[in-house]
């Protein structure tokens, strides 16, 4: 008999790809309130802060509670009055009248006392809620969610691609650390909660246990969806508040809501690496899991087909050579970091950011070092040819012309 899960927030970015990952293992949904589009799952109706039907509950294993009203938290701050408050209360303890043996809350990591988002404060208040609920030993689950990214571009994730689109983006908080992690990691994570959960972990945090800053995460982001570097121009925090209040009044840009900006300059790392191993949660690399776009794989064969056309000095028409560089690529970390554009459609110009003393440090002069490898095992007529008398020549302008800029580009790692 498949067990049966009862969602808060079902049709939300994170919700509607939990359905999809439970129904998967052979579980039965049941949402509380909407459904996802299209979904076939059975809906009661039902809106925060209001009860909820005992017949709900009927044969449940375990309650998900993902719904969280973001408009509440604007209106009523961290009070006492807030919806999201008082409504996971009342479903909480509704829960355990109609005898479900677990409960669920979808948390942040960011929930602390003293975060500087009305939102971090009210998930810290509600975690300490249902911990001191009646019998919550053993029965109530909380999970502390990083930076979720993956799926469809909604949320959160859907905002920072839209931004990730432009080629400079002024931003703030760049120095932040966060903590990626894919939508069925998450997904996955809360099905163990739900099903069957590590008795002496009541919080867990489900986030990427390295925490990156956030101006490599956003260039992580443009180079594993467009594949394509990203200029970022720091923005001081009180820069971007204002901004949020501008974005509600321009219709041809993205809309920034106050509570997330605020949510990202308070954030810090949790660790994570004790409950995802508890949890049996191996996380994927997230630059091979954006990888999977076309534009960046176009991107990703392009620079392979420059970075051999630079080592052999001239264009390599071998296909196998472009597609084995790619394959080492795509694995390696220096891939992390576009080449620049203008390098890519005319490489002898990579010359201007060759390190003089390549170190396998630095990414460039890693990334020729792999082409280099890869152009010797090219038959000779193919790897190199012969330059001429007027190659030489421009060759020997090009490496004046180049020198300052590679004394002064070349100790940056590009």
Known sequence: MPQRLVVTGASGYLGARFVERAQERGCEVVALGSKPPGSTIVATPWRLGEPARLTAFAGATAVVHLAHDWASDRFHGDTPGNPNLIG??????????????????????????????????????????????????????????????????????????????LPVLPMFGLDREVQPIHIDEVCDGLLRLALDPPTDRPTAVLAGPAPVRFGAWLRTLRRGRLGKSLLLVPVPIALALKACDWSR?????????????????????????????????????????????????????????????????????SPGAIIRLARVMRNDPAFRRALP????????????????????????????HLAAMVVETLPSEQARRRPGLFAVAAQLLLETLALPFRLLFGRVSA
């Open 88 to 165: 996971t209360e009342m479903l909480a303890r509704a829960a355990r009248e109609a005898g479900v043996p677990r409960f669920v809350f979808a948390s942040t990591n960011s929930a602390r006392p003293r975060a500087l988002n009305a939102y971090g404060r009210i998930k810290h208040q509600t975690e300490e809620r249902l911990r001191t609920q009646p019998r919550s030993e053993g029965r109530v689950f909380c999970a502390r969610i990083g930076l979720v990214y993956g799926g469809p571009e909604r949320a959160q994730y859907g905002l920072m691609s839209k931004l990730a689109r």
């Open 249 to 317: 009044s321009i219709s041809f840009i993205p809309t920034v809501d106050r509570e997330r900006v605020l949510g990202l300059a308070g954030a810090a790392p949790m660790d994570s690496a004790a409950d995802l191993a508890a949890l049996g949660l191996s996380l994927r690399d997230p630059m091979r899991a954006l990888m999977q776009s076309r534009p960046a794989r176009r991107r990703l064969i392009a620079e392979c087909a420059a970075l051999l056309r630079y080592v052999a000095g001239a264009p390599v028409r």
């Open 341 to 368: 554009s203008l390098g890519v459609r005319w490489p002898p110009l990579l010359r201007f950011v060759e390190p003089i003393r390549p170190s396998m440090g630095h990414s460039l002069a890693r990334r020729l």
